[in-house]
């Protein structure tokens, strides 16, 4: 049974997570590491409905049977906090975040807010998604210099010391994806605004 307080968080956040559309009822996980340990969303548990059991605390080096109920993507979880100095992970399905994803190999912001949070947001891809070893070393490895990537045609993987940290990176990313979506169908010229705008693509 995990503590009361950190359960509270997630049960916040899960909400957060599904009233701002970021994901589908059963959509995507969310874990914080300590310690050793991982606790981790199960599998199949509703992001606006969370409750206490469906938390999984399993161990970050090695197997234990806290394994068979965690999240299928447990391994990738488990991957980025080994390579990073994250403490929470969120993972998610933004929708218009996954529509840029698919014609795009980096989402680069165009609006104020979202240069200054998120600068530029790398797309990577994997053949095998959902759990796969490729998955887990190809993310982990990406947020290494990103606090937030895209998965292509999946969803996002964001990190911080917290899951608010973790969940404001996906918050900013569909706010700067529905940003540039409605600027492409407003059909108008860019009129830049930032100095040093190319260096993004840089970054």
């Known amino acids: 049974m995990i503590d009361e307080r950190l359960f509270e968080q997630f049960r916040y956040i899960g909400r957060d997570i599904f009233d701002a559309g970021l994901t589908s009822s059963h959509g995507g996980n969310m874990s914080v590491r300590v310690g050793d340990r991982i606790i981790i969303k199960r599998r199949g548990a509703q992001f606006r409905r ?3 059991e469906d938390f999984v605390e399993t161990k970050l080096y090695e197997k234990d049977s806290g394994v068979a109920r965690a999240s ?3 391994i990738v979880h488990r991957e980025i906090y080994l390579r990073t100095s994250a403490l929470a992970v969120i993972h998610c399905h933004p929708r218009t975040a996954i529509a840029l994803s698919l014609s795009r190999d980096e989402i680069i912001p165009i609006d104020n807010e979202g240069s200054y949070l998120l600068r530029k947001i790398p797309v990577v891809s994997v053949e095998f998604a959902s759990g796969s070893r490729e998955m887990a070393e190809t993310i982990a490895e990406a947020l290494q210099g990103y606090k937030i990537i ?3 045609g999946h969803g996002c993987f964001s990190i911080g010391e917290t899951l608010e940290d ?4 996906v918050s900013a990313l569909e706010e700067v994806s529905d940003i540039i979506l409605r600027h492409q169908l407003l059909g108008e010229p860019l009129i830049e605004y930032r100095k040093h705008s190319d260096s993004y693509s840089k970054w």
């Open 150 to 152: 895209m998965q292509r």
């Open 50 to 52: 969370l409750k206490i």
């Open 166 to 169: 973790a969940y404001q990176w």
């Open 72 to 74: 299928t993507e447990l």
